[in-house]
Nanobody, 116 residues
Framework: QVQLVESGGGLVQPGGSLRLSCAAS????????MGWYRQAPGKQREFVAA???????NYADSVKGRFTISRDNAKNTSYLQMNSLKSEDTAVYYC??????????WGQGTQVTVSS
């Protein structure tokens, strides 16, 4: 059984930073893609960032230059470093892991609130 657990969310002022983590446990393939999504109140879940096992990254236009995704393959963990946070970044952030023949598996979500 695969489980993903996010951590690192919280309340931060505009312009501040947070670092989210997503730790996976269970039977994890050596190659997969790790991603982050978010869902604001009243909106659909949207893509934020993803990183392949080879280290290639992709970002939503709204977070380019402010967010950085990274991974630690030995720990089956992904990270989302969020800088210059804005009020519109407020959402529940979800991580996932997948590859074409496995998953996707999702975490339970962590709340990020950007407010003064």
């Amino acid at each position: 059984q695969v489980q993903l657990v996010e951590s690192g969310g919280g309340l931060v002022q505009p312009g501040g930073s947070l670092r989210l983590s997503c730790a996976a446990s269970g039977s994890i393939p050596s190659t997969n893609t790790m991603g982050w999504y978010r869902q604001a109140p009243g909106k659909q879940r949207e893509f934020v960032a993803a990183i392949t096992s080879g280290g290639s990254t992709n970002y939503a236009d709204s977070v380019k230059g402010r967010f950085t995704i990274s991974r630690d393959n030995a720990k089956n963990t992904s990270y989302l470093q969020m800088n210059s946070l804005k009020s519109e970044d407020t959402a529940v952030y979800y991580c996932n892991q997948w590859r074409i023949d496995w998953g996707p598996y999702w975490g339970q979500g962590t709340q990020v609130t950007v407010s003064s």
